[in-house]
């Protein structure tokens, strides 16, 4: 009985944030923006990413308030604890660039290790790279962005194998190396990129083990 009763909760819970969230869609549409930030911080503070979201473009514009990235970044932090990927690369994104916030590379790191953590894939290259390059507060280390990356590789990520196979194909971020790049694309083929299989069989007719 109490089971039936909280599931019921649940749902009317969830119909009661869902209304919020489109309260706020019809007051943005009729041009009553306060009103719509009323709701999307009601239907945001319960839970409801979308309303976040609106509430991080707002902000971010200053769209019917008053331009605030300090509370546009912490509806995006919000979003990110959440568990939601973009909000994270998003936020390292910001740190990397050092737009919209001092350039931190630390800060990059931590949200891009959480975009990463939930399974998307950007967050793992762009963790990568950072480390790739070094500086603002990140000492340059290549051998813990290639364990990165072969790790996340080896978890049949196919865009982290087919951004590592073409790194040391290239040789730009790093020492080119053809070996690796050819292990790498081997891996990428396996996951279904084709053109990481005409890497491998490039490579393989050049002669590289």
Same mark, same amino acid.
């Given at each position: 009985m109490l089971q039936k009763? *909280? !599931?019921i909760l649940v749902i009317l819970g969830s119909n009661l944030y869902a209304d919020y969230f489109e309260k706020a869609l019809n007051a943005y549409k009729q041009g009553e923006k306060e009103e719509a930030v009323k709701f999307y911080k009601k239907a945001c %503070? +319960?839970? +409801? =990413?979308? @309303?976040c979201g609106k509430l991080v473009t707002m902000y971010g514009k200053g769209d019917g308030v008053r331009? %605030? !990235? +300090? &509370?546009? !970044?912490y509806y995006m932090e919000g979003m990110c604890n959440d568990g939601h990927s973009k909000a994270c690369h998003k936020l390292g994104s910001f740190y990397k660039s050092g737009k919209k916030v001092p350039h931190n590379n $630390?800060?990059?790191? $931590? *949200?891009? &290790?959480?975009?990463? %953590? +939930?399974g998307f894939a950007s967050g793992c290259i762009s963790e990568a790279i950072v480390y790739q390059e070094g500086g603002y507060g990140v000492k340059r280390d290549? $051998?813990?962005a290639f364990r990165l990356l072969d790790k996340e590789c080896n978890k049949g990520n196919m865009f982290v194998c087919q951004y590592t196979g073409l790194i040391y194909f290239e040789g730009k971020e790093v020492r080119q190396n053809l070996k690796v790049a050819k292990e790498f694309f081997g891996k990428a083929c396996? =996951? @279904?990129w084709d053109e990481g299989c005409e890497y491998y069989r490039l490579l393989n007719e050049q002669g590289i083990k």
């Amino acid at each position: 009985m109490l089971q039936k009763t *909280f !599931l019921i909760l649940v749902i009317l819970g969830s119909n009661l944030y869902a209304d919020y969230f489109e309260k706020a869609l019809n007051a943005y549409k009729q041009g009553e923006k306060e009103e719509a930030v009323k709701f999307y911080k009601k239907a945001c %503070d +319960n839970g +409801n =990413t979308e @309303g976040c979201g609106k509430l991080v473009t707002m902000y971010g514009k200053g769209d019917g308030v008053r331009q %605030d !990235l +300090n &509370k546009a !970044l912490y509806y995006m932090e919000g979003m990110c604890n959440d568990g939601h990927s973009k909000a994270c690369h998003k936020l390292g994104s910001f740190y990397k660039s050092g737009k919209k916030v001092p350039h931190n590379n $630390k800060q990059a790191i $931590k *949200f891009y &290790k959480k975009a990463c %953590d +939930n399974g998307f894939a950007s967050g793992c290259i762009s963790e990568a790279i950072v480390y790739q390059e070094g500086g603002y507060g990140v000492k340059r280390d290549i $051998k813990r962005a290639f364990r990165l990356l072969d790790k996340e590789c080896n978890k049949g990520n196919m865009f982290v194998c087919q951004y590592t196979g073409l790194i040391y194909f290239e040789g730009k971020e790093v020492r080119q190396n053809l070996k690796v790049a050819k292990e790498f694309f081997g891996k990428a083929c396996d =996951t @279904g990129w084709d053109e990481g299989c005409e890497y491998y069989r490039l490579l393989n007719e050049q002669g590289i083990k």
